[in-house]
């Protein structure tokens, strides 16, 4: 019984990401009311509002569910792998790109630098960038690598993601990576 009303909740709220996921390809999020986002899941308001708040509650829990599959991913990957710098940003690009449509939305739909911050400070990834600069004393210095290397490489990856026929996942990290190395 149980397992049967955790199920229909699971299915409740795909239905709703996915109604979500299709307006916001329309349109921008302070234009998609709860209504229309209720009829086109073939819900009623007070189901949505018992899993949701408002449509950015939606878009915060997408986030949220993005970034823990990544950092799941990436734990897979032993830190002391000799080649786990290259194997890491490799599952970070396959990712982003098995989810092109989703990541591209995170990306133009975040807050500010919202999602790029929580992306790049994933443990994993932060880790990776902590040990490449750990010669650097200036904590200022450190910084501004560190912000050099993240907002270049999210800018990198949001056109590589828009291109219609993008280089493979293995080019664009070495270009990332050639880049990155200049830098750390």
Not at 26 to 55: D, M, P, W
Not at 75 to 96: I, K
């Amino acid at each position: 019984m149980k397992q049967q009303y955790e199920q229909r909740i699971l299915e409740t709220k795909q239905r709703i990401y996915d109604a979500f996921l299709q307006l916001m390809q329309e349109k921008a999020i302070h234009r998609i009311t709860v209504s229309e986002l209720c009829r086109l899941a073939g819900i009623n308001r007070s189901t949505f509002y018992h899993h949701f708040g408002s449509q950015y509650d939606v878009l915060a829990e997408l986030t949220e569910d993005f970034l823990n599959e990544l950092e799941e991913r990436l734990r897979n990957v032993s830190p002391d792998d000799r080649e786990g710098v290259q194997r890491r940003v490799e599952l970070c690009l396959d990712y982003a790109m098995e989810n092109r449509a989703l990541t591209l939305l995170l990306m133009r739909n975040a807050v500010g630098t919202d999602f790029a911050q929580r992306l790049f400070s994933l443990p994993h990834i932060e880790r990776l960038l902590s040990e490449k600069l750990s010669d650097v004393d200036s904590e200022t210095e450190r910084h501004a690598r560190i912000a050099f290397v993240t907002y270049g490489s999210y800018q990198l990856l949001q056109e590589w993601l828009n291109t219609p026929e993008p280089i493979g996942t293995r080019e664009e990290t070495a270009l990332i990576l050639k880049l990155a190395r200049r830098i750390c």
